[in-house]
């Protein structure tokens, strides 16, 4: 049902770490302006801006790019990138945790048909000669993050996307799930949920493959030369990634709401992550699988589901019962007590109660990560450098500046939730916004999520920035945002490491450029061995050219936050997306069947929107009449206001997770839902008592929100 009301953002492939597509609800209002000139550059942003360099960036992504970095396994790069804020003016250290991770020892899949034949999945990237880094001897094998060590065999079942709605569809076919193997595609909802389903279908393991019918036209099958030689999938790639229930909790699942120190009592996180194990494969090693299953059960085409027929060739995707093969599973893991890193680096302000936090996660799957997460790492230690040019010339910021390198992001937010988790006090009071910066690049559309108070300064930051689009070198960013890339922000969902962040009530931003599959652009190997420096330099952004220009774009963005004597946040912002989520809810509540009183949702949105005109308005007079001290208190209005839309208890189930305006779906862990709590009382768990109590909640959350910014 709320398929209905999402609907693909042209799927630009801005990929953050874990996020695969990104989603937007259809109704929020594109931007009216439509005055796409290069705005002029003060003489503090020309000198930010020329202090990018491409070279530059190209040295820092290879450094970051030929030394395994998995989370807690290199203190070396966490120490490297501290000392380089530091040679940059910036005062660094790293901040250590103890965190619970596992490590992959031996993983194996065996494919057994009817007549005896057996096929050993390879379970391996080719080894390619063009690209150094696939050959290395430390290379990360294919494993799932906190995943069950275990065995299995047993028949297995095609299981689509292995979103609940195709486990229902399974069911009214009459699959039979308990006991069996699930297969899965990648796409759609974050993977540790496909997990998660299979094992609350009582199903004993788990396969997920990667499928070309995700890569649009860009195929072998459609002619086009796979990687390296081309821009297509590489056929033995594998997607890696955690198997953490994101949408429940992310963080050390052994220290919910607390940071983990040595010390620190320990939880049982049994609850946060699988059971069953599971292991991800390339479409090569997938092909004889799924082929064993043609002619078995129900036709792909007749099961009738979005995107569960993929482009396997030969493969009809069929569920497969009766086929008689098996499949035999083992996935050995160690777990582990482990240090981590988030390497630290500050500026301070003059306003000590005022700060702004930069982050990117610095550890990766794979020995590259040349886009996820490394072409933010690169862009950071440019923009390090460019704010130590501009203190060289005795600039101090009015607000504090924090930079983050966050270790363990991969498995599940890990180091930024602890660090959240530590300076939450502090955070509550001063944190002005969070701006996170994780695949900064993976091909050259544009792509933005933002909680509504950051839509107005963003676009007009665009402006300031040329992007180099194709092989044009004279559009702003706006420019190509707005004819490119629909020009709208996403709705924040998650993912990556704004996560925490913004459900504690801070104004977040996530940036980064994709592919987009329409136009044809190369197959981002996401977490696979070909995010390397190779496929960047070759495929992803020779020359390093769209590094430069996110650096230089996120660079002006933390240049104003930081030093303007206004801080360029707009809550009002937030009435027109208020009043489009509310849309989408009364949709939801239509296409149900039951009734539910939105007037006090409504009647709180009336009130927000009084109190963040009259908020502009005081802001406004404070301006014209250079009265600083009102300026600071409408500053800290913009800073505290949306705190108001966080509830304490968090949301039914999921006590981490406390915005009342959006957050992960519950079944899609990456993309956003709007008023979750009303929304999925309705969608997931059909209660509508519930879903009225939520309704209270929700416009109490805003009314909260609004007195804030009360004149
Ligand atoms: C850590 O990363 C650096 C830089 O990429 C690399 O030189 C080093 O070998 C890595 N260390 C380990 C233990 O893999
Ligand atoms: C920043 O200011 C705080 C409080 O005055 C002080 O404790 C800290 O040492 C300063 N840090 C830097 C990096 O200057
Ligand atoms: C077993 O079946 C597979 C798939 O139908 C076929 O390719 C293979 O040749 C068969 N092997 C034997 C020994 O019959
Ligand atoms: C498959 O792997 C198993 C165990 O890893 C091994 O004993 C067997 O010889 C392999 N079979 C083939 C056909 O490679
Ligand atoms: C497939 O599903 C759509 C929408 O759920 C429905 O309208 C259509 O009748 C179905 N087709 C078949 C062949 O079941
Ligand atoms: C577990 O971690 C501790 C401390 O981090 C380390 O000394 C020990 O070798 C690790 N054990 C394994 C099995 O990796
Ligand atoms: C840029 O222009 C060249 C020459 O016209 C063309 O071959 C190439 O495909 C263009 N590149 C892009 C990314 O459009
Ligand atoms: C693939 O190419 C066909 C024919 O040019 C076009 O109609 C279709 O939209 C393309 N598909 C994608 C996903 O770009
Ligand atoms: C509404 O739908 C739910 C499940 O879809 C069902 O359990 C319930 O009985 C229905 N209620 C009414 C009043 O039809
Ligand atoms: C505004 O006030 C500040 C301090 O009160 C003063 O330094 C500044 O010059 C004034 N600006 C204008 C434009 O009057
Ligand atoms: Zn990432």
Same mark, same amino acid.
């Given at each position: 049902?709320?398929?209905?009301?999402?609907?693909?953002?042209?799927?630009?492939?801005?990929?953050?770490?874990q996020?695969?597509?990104?989603? &937007?609800?259809?109704?929020?209002?594109?931007?009216?302006?439509?005055?796409?000139?290069?705005?002029?550059?003060?003489?503090?942003?020309?000198?930010?801006?020329?202090?990018?360099?491409a070279? #530059?960036?190209s040295?820092?992504?290879?450094?970051?790019?030929?030394?395994?970095?998995?989370?807690?396994?290199?203190?070396?790069q966490?120490?490297?990138?501290?000392?380089?804020?530091?040679?940059?003016?910036?005062t660094?250290?790293?901040?250590?945790?103890?965190?619970?991770?596992?490590y992959?020892?031996?993983?194996s899949?065996?494919l057994?048909?009817?007549?005896?034949?057996?096929f050993?999945?390879?379970?391996?990237?080719?080894?390619?000669?063009?690209?150094?880094?696939?050959?290395?001897p430390?290379?990360i094998?294919v494993?799932?993050?906190?995943s069950? +060590?275990?065995?299995?065999?047993a028949?297995?079942?095609? %299981?689509?996307?292995?979103? $609940?709605?195709?486990?229902?569809?399974?069911?009214?076919?009459?699959?039979?799930?308990?006991?069996?193997?699930?297969?899965?595609?990648y796409?759609?909802?974050?993977?540790?949920?496909?997990?998660?389903?299979?094992?609350d279908?009582?199903?004993? !393991?788990?396969?997920?493959? /990667?499928d070309?019918?995700?890569?649009?036209?860009? *195929?072998?099958?459609?002619? %086009?030369?796979?990687?390296?030689?081309?821009?297509?999938?590489?056929?033995?790639s594998?997607?890696?990634?955690?198997?953490?229930? =994101?949408?429940?909790?992310?963080?050390?699942p052994? +220290?919910?709401?607390?940071?983990?120190?040595?010390?620190?009592?320990?939880?049982?996180? /049994?609850?946060?992550?699988?059971?069953?194990?599971?292991?991800?494969?390339?479409?090569?090693?997938?092909?004889?699988?799924?082929?064993?299953?043609?002619?078995?059960g129900?036709?792909?085409?007749d %099961?009738?589901?979005?995107?569960?027929?993929?482009?396997?060739p030969?493969?009809?995707?069929?569920?497969?019962?009766?086929s008689?093969?098996?499949l035999?599973?083992?996935?050995?893991m160690?777990?582990?007590?482990?240090?981590?890193?988030?390497?630290?680096g500050i500026?301070?302000?003059?306003n000590?109660?005022e700060?702004?936090?930069?982050g990117? &996660?610095?550890?990766?799957?794979?020995?590259?990560g040349?886009?996820?997460?490394n /072409?933010?790492?690169a862009?950071?230690?440019?923009?390090?450098?460019?704010?130590?040019? =501009?203190?060289?010339?005795?600039?101090?910021?009015?607000?504090?500046?924090?930079l983050?390198?966050?270790?363990?992001?991969?498995?599940?937010? %890990?180091?930024? +939730?602890?660090?959240?988790?530590?300076?939450?006090?502090?955070l509550?009071?001063?944190?002005?916004?969070?701006?996170?910066?994780?695949?900064?690049?993976?091909?050259?559309?544009?792509?933005?999520?933002?909680?509504?108070?950051?839509?107005?300064?963003?676009?007009?930051?665009?402006?300031?920035?040329i992007?180099p689009?194709?092989n +044009?070198t004279?559009? *702003?960013?706006?420019?190509?945002?707005?004819?490119?890339?629909?020009?709208?922000?996403?709705?924040l969902? #998650?993912?990556?490491d704004? *996560?925490?962040?913004?459900?504690?009530?801070?104004?977040?931003?996530?940036?980064?450029?994709?592919?987009?599959?329409?136009?044809?652009?190369?197959?981002?190997?996401?977490?696979?061995?070909?995010?390397?420096?190779?496929?960047?330099?070759t495929?992803?952004?020779?020359?390093?050219?769209?590094?430069?220009?996110?650096? $230089?774009?996120?660079?002006?963005?933390l240049?104003? =936050?930081?030093?303007?004597?206004?801080?360029?946040?707009?809550?009002?912002?937030? *009435?027109?997306?208020l009043?489009?989520?509310?849309?989408?809810?009364?949709?939801?509540?239509?296409?149900?069947n039951?009734?539910?009183?939105?007037?006090?949702?409504?009647?709180?949105i009336d009130?927000?929107?009084?109190y963040?005109?009259?908020f502009? /308005?005081?802001?406004?007079?404070?301006?014209?009449?250079?009265?600083?001290?009102?300026?600071?208190?409408?500053?800290?209005?913009a800073?505290?206001?949306?705190r !108001?839309?966080?509830?304490? !208890?968090g949301?039914?189930?999921?006590?981490?997770?406390?915005?009342?305006?959006?957050?992960?779906? =519950?079944?899609?862990?990456?993309?956003?839902?709007?008023?979750p709590?009303?929304?999925?009382?309705?969608?997931?768990?059909?209660?509508?008592?519930?879903? $009225?109590?939520?309704?209270?909640?929700?416009?109490?959350?805003?009314?909260?929100?609004?007195?804030?910014?009360?004149?």
């Amino acid at each position: 049902m709320r398929s209905t009301l999402l609907v693909w953002a042209a799927a630009i492939g801005a990929e953050a770490c874990q996020r695969e597509r990104n989603f &937007h609800s259809h109704s929020h209002a594109k931007r009216q302006d439509h005055d796409t000139s290069r705005a002029p550059l003060d003489a503090n942003e020309q000198l930010l801006l020329d202090s990018f360099d491409a070279t #530059s960036i190209s040295t820092w992504s290879y450094y970051y790019t030929h030394g395994a970095h998995v989370a807690g396994r290199n203190k070396t790069q966490a120490q490297w990138t501290a000392d380089k804020w530091a040679e940059y003016g910036w005062t660094s250290r790293l901040d250590e945790y103890f965190v619970y991770l596992n490590y992959p020892v031996s993983q194996s899949l065996q494919l057994t048909l009817p007549n005896g034949t057996v096929f050993n999945a390879s379970l391996e990237e080719e080894v390619l000669e063009e690209d150094d880094t696939s050959s290395y001897p430390n290379r990360i094998p294919v494993f799932h993050g906190y995943s069950a +060590t275990g065995d299995a065999s047993a028949e297995y079942v095609y %299981v689509g996307r292995g979103q $609940q709605v195709d486990f229902d569809r399974l069911q009214a076919l009459g699959v039979q799930l308990e006991g069996k193997i699930a297969v899965a595609r990648y796409g759609g909802p974050f993977r540790g949920l496909k997990v998660k389903n299979a094992q609350d279908h009582g199903m004993i !393991g788990a396969i997920i493959f /990667s499928d070309p019918g995700d890569d649009g036209n860009v *195929t072998e099958a459609k002619g %086009v030369a796979a990687y390296p030689n081309g821009p297509a999938r590489n056929p033995t790639s594998v997607q890696r990634g955690s198997v953490m229930f =994101l949408s429940t909790y992310p963080g050390d699942p052994t +220290t919910p709401g607390y940071p983990s120190k040595e010390d620190s009592p320990r939880a049982d996180p /049994s609850g946060s992550v699988p059971r069953i194990p599971s292991i991800p494969i390339s479409w090569r090693d997938a092909q004889p699988i799924l082929q064993a299953l043609n002619g078995f059960g129900t036709n792909g085409k007749d %099961v009738n589901r979005t995107n569960w027929v993929g482009a396997i060739p030969g493969v009809t995707y069929s569920t497969g019962e009766g086929s008689g093969a098996t499949l035999s599973l083992s996935n050995v893991m160690e777990a582990n007590y482990t240090a981590i890193w988030n390497a630290i680096g500050i500026i301070n302000g003059t306003n000590q109660d005022e700060v702004i936090v930069v982050g990117n &996660h610095r550890d990766a799957w794979i020995v590259g990560g040349a886009a996820d997460p490394n /072409s933010g790492s690169a862009v950071l230690i440019e923009l390090a450098k460019a704010f130590g040019k =501009l203190q060289e010339t005795g600039w101090r910021p009015k607000r504090t500046i924090v930079l983050a390198s966050w270790d363990a992001e991969e498995y599940g937010l %890990v180091g930024s +939730t602890e660090w959240l988790e530590e300076y939450l006090p502090w955070l509550k009071t001063a944190a002005v916004s969070y701006l996170n910066i994780d695949v900064a690049v993976s091909g050259p559309v544009p792509d933005f999520s933002a909680t509504p108070d950051f839509h107005e300064i963003a676009a007009q930051i665009q402006k300031k920035v040329i992007w180099p689009y194709r092989n +044009t070198t004279d559009r *702003t960013l706006y420019d190509v945002w707005q004819t490119e890339a629909g020009g709208e922000f996403g709705v924040l969902g #998650s993912g990556s490491d704004y *996560t925490g962040f913004l459900h504690r009530g801070i104004a977040c931003i996530d940036l980064g450029a994709g592919g987009s599959v329409e136009k044809g652009d190369p197959i981002y190997p996401y977490h696979s061995n070909y995010d390397s420096y190779h496929w960047m330099s070759t495929f992803g952004d020779p020359g390093f050219v769209h590094h430069k220009a996110i650096g $230089q774009y996120l660079t002006l963005l933390l240049y104003h =936050l930081s030093s303007d004597e206004v801080l360029p946040l707009n809550p009002a912002g937030y *009435t027109s997306e208020l009043r489009a989520y509310y849309k989408d809810l009364e949709e939801v509540v239509s296409s149900g069947n039951g009734t539910l009183d939105l007037s006090a949702l409504s009647s709180a949105i009336d009130t927000f929107e009084t109190y963040a005109q009259q908020f502009i /308005s005081l802001r406004e007079f404070a301006i014209t009449t250079n009265n600083t001290e009102l300026i600071t208190v409408q500053n800290h209005k913009a800073r505290d206001f949306s705190r !108001g839309f966080t509830s304490q !208890g968090g949301l039914p189930g999921r006590e981490f997770f406390q915005n009342l305006i959006f957050a992960p779906g =519950l079944d899609t862990g990456y993309a956003p839902v709007t008023y979750p709590g009303i929304t999925e009382s309705i969608t997931f768990a059909k209660d509508w008592k519930r879903a $009225q109590e939520w309704v209270g909640k929700t416009a109490n959350a805003i009314l909260v929100a609004a007195n804030m910014l009360k004149t």
